[in-house]
């Protein structure tokens, strides 16, 4: 009974997969420092979102929406809440999820202990790894007057947020952005 136990719990090791990295799950939207998202970011309280779209779909709904022709798309782009200007500036970001899966690694080590082979092949290799990309979207809004519109401290940061949700509900409801210049 224990020997069986034994090989039931082995197995399950082997079948198992370790997850090295795990992306974040964001529900709705999630208000926090650009570098503790993502290193690269900038150190301004950013709106970020998941985007289940492809890659550069934020980028044509932007430059469809505010009318840029393809002309300063991540920067500056001006917006209007109740006859204040903003601007916002937008970050398309990568994080993948990385597990590792062990029975590859197991099994290469086994056949070659079994035909006594010495090869470099008992390291884990990147086949070993799976990964899973997931794509975010990161907004940062500031203006004339505040460096950063999102901050807890920010007198507006109420109309802002509400501008911004507006926008990623926009965003991920359309599937032609042409129609969002008809909307403005």
Not at 44 to 67: G, L, S
Not at 86 to 93: L, M, P, V
């Amino acid at each position: 009974m224990k020997r069986a136990l034994l090989v039931l719990c082995f197995a399950l090791i082997i079948q198992s997969c370790i997850p090295v990295r795990i992306a974040p799950t964001i529900k709705d939207y999630k208000l926090t420092k650009g570098k503790k998202f993502k290193r690269s970011l900038s150190k301004r309280t950013m709106f970020i979102f998941e985007d289940p779209k492809e890659a550069a779909h934020f980028y044509n709904y932007v430059n469809t929406k505010f009318q840029l022709n393809d002309e300063n798309v991540y920067d500056d782009i001006p917006f209007i809440i109740d006859g204040e200007n903003y601007f916002f500036a937008f970050y398309e970001i990568d994080i993948p999820t990385k597990v590792l899966n062990l029975a590859p690694a197991i099994f290469r080590a086994t056949v070659n202990a079994a035909l006594d082979n010495e090869g470099d092949d008992n390291n884990v290799d990147s086949e070993d790894m799976l990964r899973t990309d997931n794509w975010y979207i990161a907004i940062e809004v500031y203006s004339d007057k505040e460096k950063d519109c999102l901050h807890k401290d920010s007198f507006s940061r109420e109309p802002v947020l509400n501008y911004l949700r507006t926008l990623k509900k926009e965003y991920l409801t359309t599937h032609n952005y042409n129609e969002t210049v008809f909307k403005n």
